[in-house]
């Protein structure tokens, strides 16, 4: 590389005080221009840090900051000794092409639709199908407001591991709100928290499951656990389940042939019906549970978004033999993975020395975050709120979705999803708005059987999305779409 003679800071710059701008940006920003425009030459040495603080009029250290910047954007490079250098830079890569298709494959799998469900959405004007409720929705500022919070507080506890376990006084919050809804929760001997509700079905799998193993799930249900399920070996059977909760006769004959391991179910806002455990569906679960001894994994995923809350399992089990699963991703934020487990005091302990074999510790931060907001008393207002504007948008989608002459038949009273049927093969209707730019749930992969289905899960964040429902109609007969009122 040709090493140049050092520059000065370009004619004229000056540093303006108490602009938006801090002096350490204005400084990298000025030379990264530079640097882009070819004024400075790969190559070129800066000029040292006491002669650049000198001819710009600031301090050495906002001069070693700026430096530093620069070299984490891979502008400048230091070798030490010699000072700082223009770092040659390589041809950028062209940017991918736009495409308002998906490119689905011949045959739908969920591995594509969780790829899919992760990508920018934002010029389509197309909800992109993962579950999550937009942001103007939900609170971001009360989110960031905690951020801050713990931020100016926590100071060394940054940088310090977490309690495997998790942040007791999280656990405490969690022990006093299960609590209310009847549960025997102690912070200490029921409660773990895990990175999301995934992860804590990810740990009570690698607990209970090995290879050939038989696990009962609801069929339809959330497709990810199917998955997760049969990279342990597990044989996965489905268990119909209806707007009461799952056939009990059913479960009580696959229970009795197959010897199962776990039970996993939604009680409360069922993924992708919507529908809610009845008082007569969960005691009969737990007396085939009991009679056949078996575990219940009970997902509580969007349990708040049930109007006044729900019978929990666990609630009237006590811990014998369920599970709970809880998370706070879905009502505060995606990026916020803190979860729960609540389970038996010897259940718990075996967990906790999985969740340290397999991450080694909690993330403190994260869990402190969600318990500021829990303890500043705004997020049962939140829920009430959420709630309010989910139900509106699912009344509004089920309108909407029926003058397109799908059906629903069973409609769900909770929830961001409907369940709706389209007349024929949902897979085919899935490709067909693949090519559109839309992404589509076919009910093949809410089955462990992944049998062809006719069904097709909505989330009712699209109400809001003209294209969508311009694309729908466009899609399914009798094309007779307008967006909801």
């Known amino acids: 590389m040709t090493v140049t003679s050092p520059l000065p800071a370009q004619p004229g710059w000056q540093p303006v005080r108490q602009a938006d701008a801090t002096l350490v940006a204005q400084l990298a920003d000025d030379l990264a221009r530079r640097i882009d425009d070819q004024g400075l030459r790969p190559g070129t040495r800066l000029p040292s840090i006491r002669k650049m603080a000198e001819q710009s009029g600031v301090s050495r250290f906002t001069v070693v900051e700026a430096y530093d910047r620069l070299v984490a954007r891979g502008l400048v490079q230091s070798r030490r000794g010699a000072g700082f250098f223009v770092r040659a830079r390589s041809e950028p890569l062209a940017p991918a092409a736009a495409s308002g298709g998906l490119q689905a494959p011949a045959r739908i799998d969920v591995a594509w639709l969780l790829r899919s469900m992760f990508r920018d959405t934002s010029s389509s004007g197309m909800p ?123 479960l009580e004959k696959y229970a009795a042939e197959h010897r199962p391991k776990l039970f996993i179910v939604n009680s409360a806002v069922h993924n992708p019906t919507g529908h809610t455990l009845s008082a007569g569906a969960a005691y009969d679960i737990l007396r085939v549970a009991e009679r056949h001894d078996f575990m219940v994994v009970e997902d509580d995923t969007y349990g708040e978004l049930h109007p006044g809350g729900a019978m929990k399992l666990a609630q009237l089990d006590r811990f014998r033999r369920v599970i709970l699963v809880g998370g706070f991703s ?156």
């Open 330 to 485: 879905k009502m505060l934020a995606a990026s916020l993975r803190v979860g729960y487990l609540a389970a038996d005091e010897q259940v718990v302990q075996r967990l906790t020395d999985l969740k340290m074999l397999a991450g080694l510790t909690s993330c403190e931060l994260g869990e402190r975050v969600v318990h500021r907001v829990l303890v500043e008393g705004q997020y049962r207002r939140h829920i009430e709120r959420v709630r309010a504007r989910v139900d509106d948008a699912r009344e509004r989608c089920l309108k909407g979705l029926l003058k397109l002459g799908l059906t629903v038949p069973h409609e769900p009273h909770a929830g961001m999803f409907l369940w709706a049927d389209c007349g024929r093969d949902s897979e085919a209707v899935a490709r067909a708005a693949a090519d559109r730019g839309m992404l589509l749930a076919p009910g093949t992969l809410f089955s462990p059987s992944q049998a062809p289905s006719t069904m097709l899960r909505f989330s009712v964040t699209m109400v809001e999305s003209a294209p969508m429902w311009r694309e729908l109609a466009a899609l399914l007969p009798p094309r007779l779409a307008v967006q909801p009122a």
């Open 128 to 250: 992109g199908g993962a579950g999550l409720l937009p942001p103007d929705w939900l609170d971001p500022e009360m989110v960031a407001g905690a951020v801050r919070a713990v931020g100016r507080s926590v100071r060394g506890h940054l940088v310090a591991y977490g309690h495997p376990q998790g942040h007791a006084p999280l656990r405490q919050q969690l022990a006093s709100m299960l609590q209310e809804h009847g549960l025997p929760a102690h912070p200490e001997r029921n409660l773990l928290t895990t990175s999301g509700v995934t992860h804590g079905l990810d740990l009570v799998a690698r607990h209970l499951v090995q290879p050939g193993d038989t696990v009962l799930v609801e069929d339809p249900a959330w497709f990810l656990i199917f998955g997760r399920l049969a990279t342990f070996g597990a044989r996965v059977i489905g268990v119909p389940r209806g707007p009461q909760g799952p056939d009990i006769a059913l």
